[in-house]
């Protein structure tokens, strides 16, 4: 509503950036949507990974966002794009985040802080293996009551917490369900200078 989430909605899309080596497949991510605005969509991300410190960096990156249904007597609305990332004030954004998301990542912060000199060991890849689930459970826990009581420190925050605007310079959205005699397909691409052309109807497929 008015361009930011209401409360208890789960709204996402998907991220995806190369990485450093290009013979790799693209980092893929899920990202909740804080705020949409005409200068982009703004986003929050754990801080450390290589997804992150892409994103950073300004490379090319591709969104993919879902809604709707489709079943019979409704649609589905399917929205793609492409840009760039620009890195945000944590200050710009940490007043729409909710708690559960500044628990969830400084909890992660905290244990990947526990013992730093094992993390090459414990690696998935750019993800970090939970090692022992009820430990933590049990940082997480004790992350939100200490929120909650505002006894972590901004600058720990801050650590743990990237914030984000997602820039596109393309986007098609589809629209269709069950009862479609075909896919409503459009484009939206900018110009040179920066400006929004008259969006254009594509084929389905």
């Known amino acids: 509503e008015y361009g930011f989430r209401r409360p208890g909605v789960h709204w996402v899309?998907?991220?995806?950036?190369?990485?450093d080596n290009p013979s790799q497949p693209p980092n893929l991510r899920t990202v909740g949507v804080q705020k949409v605005s005409p200068e982009g969509i703004d986003f929050v991300m754990k801080k450390g990974s290589g997804t992150c410190?892409?994103?950073?960096?300004?490379?090319?990156?591709?969104?993919?966002?879902?809604?709707?249904r489709y079943m019979p007597g409704e649609t589905a609305e399917q929205w793609?794009?492409?840009g760039y990332c620009e890195r945000l004030p944590l200050d710009?954004?940490?007043?729409?985040?909710?708690?559960?998301?500044?628990?969830?990542m400084v909890s992660s912060k905290r244990i990947e802080k526990e013992k730093p000199e094992l993390l090459a060991d414990i690696r998935s890849g750019d993800r970090l293996t939970m090692?022992?689930?009820?430990h933590a459970t049990e940082i997480m826990q004790?992350?939100?009551?200490?929120?909650?009581?505002?006894?972590?420190?901004?600058?720990?925050?801050?650590?743990?917490?990237?914030?984000?605007?997602?820039?596109p310079k393309?986007?098609?959205?589809?629209v269709g369900g069950p009862d479609s005699i075909q896919w409503e397909r459009w484009e939206?691409?900018?110009d040179e200078k920066d400006q929004w052309r008259e969006g254009m109807p594509l084929l389905s497929h």
């Open 170 to 174: 393309r986007m098609e959205c589809m």
């Open 142 to 167: 004790k992350t939100r009551r200490e929120l909650e009581n505002g006894d972590i420190t901004d600058v720990e925050i801050d650590d743990a917490i990237r914030a984000f605007r997602f820039h």
């Open 80 to 82: 793609r794009g492409e």
């Open 92 to 104: 710009d954004l940490i007043d729409l985040l909710p708690h559960y998301t500044i628990a969830s």
């Open 131 to 134: 090692e022992n689930k009820s």
């Open 53 to 68: 410190d892409s994103l950073a960096a300004g490379r090319p990156v591709a969104i993919l966002h879902l809604q709707g």
């Open 188 to 190: 939206w691409s900018k």
């Open 13 to 19: 899309f998907s991220v995806a950036v190369t990485p």
